[in-house]
């Protein structure tokens, strides 16, 4: 067996959509990523995960609590590179919609962000720790995330630069 990317899988406050665009991606790409990406953490794959070091993570998500915040400074701290997915994740939102609230909505969801230990604001990922690359969308933009891996299976010294994941050149 060849050398493998180490990859994390983390998702945050959002709707998960990036998730089911990747798990959607395996159906095209499985037989290439087995042999490719070694899955660390990934919930939505597997039963047993590692929370060891990570070449790469990807993270989907905003951070909306003190649990979420921790949570991703450990998964800084485990990995080389971060990756922000999906706009929840880049931006905030949708998921910080709540932010810009009228003060009136604002004081209405106050005892639900308490009872649940939650930030008044919503919070991107670039708030909270440094991130390496974004992919951007709702849900990501397939071929920039191709792009993405791309560059890091080739940084990593997984494939050879001129190998190019399909569709990652746009294809």
């Known amino acids: 067996m060849g050398k493998k990317l180490r990859i994390g899988w983390f998702t945050f406050t959002c709707c998960e959509d990036s998730s089911i665009v990747f798990v959607e991606m395996m159906n095209k790409h499985y037989f290439e990523w087995k042999e490719l990406l070694d899955f660390r953490h990934c919930k939505m794959l597997k039963s047993k995960n590692s929370f060891d070091q990570f070449d790469v993570a990807f993270v989907e998500g905003a951070i909306s609590s003190d649990r979420d915040k921790a949570k991703l400074l450990e998964i800084r701290d485990k990995s080389r590179y971060l990756v922000a997915i999906g706009s929840c994740a880049c931006t905030g939102g949708p ?3 709540r932010n810009t609230f009228p003060e009136h909505l604002k004081a209405k969801i106050e005892p639900f962000l308490k009872k649940w230990d939650l930030y008044r604001d919503v ?3 670039d708030q909270v720790v440094t991130v390496d690359e974004k ?3 709702c849900p990501m933009m397939e071929q920039r995330f191709l792009q993405v891996l791309d560059k890091y299976l080739v940084e990593f010294g ?3 630069g001129d190998a190019a994941l399909p569709g990652a050149r746009g294809e």
């Open 158 to 160: 997984v494939k050879k």
């Open 123 to 125: 919070l991107r990922l």
């Open 95 to 97: 998921s910080a919609q």
């Open 135 to 137: 992919v951007d969308g």
